[in-house]
């Protein structure tokens, strides 16, 4: 069980290590945060820590998520071409 937790945490950090990747200004703090955390809950073996680490990820998804959806949108508001006719 504790292998397969390992595992899917192992997903998270690479997923938030994607998120640093994009070229958005000052996006990469909060994914940086995180990764700190995580690493952080599993030094001390704290499974609260490891929780509020997994919580700050979603969040952290959300907001790049939103990021990158509100930059799509104002580039097709920008440049009407790129829209579908």
């Known amino acids: ?10 997903v998270v950090v690479l ?8 070229p958005v200004p000052s996006d990469q703090l909060l ?22 680490a ?7 998804f959300a907001i790049t998520t939103a990021v990158v959806w509100c930059t799509i949108k104002t580039i097709d508001w920008l440049d009407p071409a790129i829209q579908d006719p």
């Open 1 to 10: 069980m504790a292998d397969r937790a390992v595992r899917s945490d192992s």
């Open 15 to 22: 997923l938030l290590g994607l998120t640093m990747v994009l």
């Open 31 to 52: 994914p940086a945060i995180v990764v700190m955390l995580l690493a952080l809950a599993y030094l001390e073996k704290d499974g609260a820590a490891l929780t509020v």
């Open 54 to 60: 997994l919580i700050a990820a979603l969040v952290s």
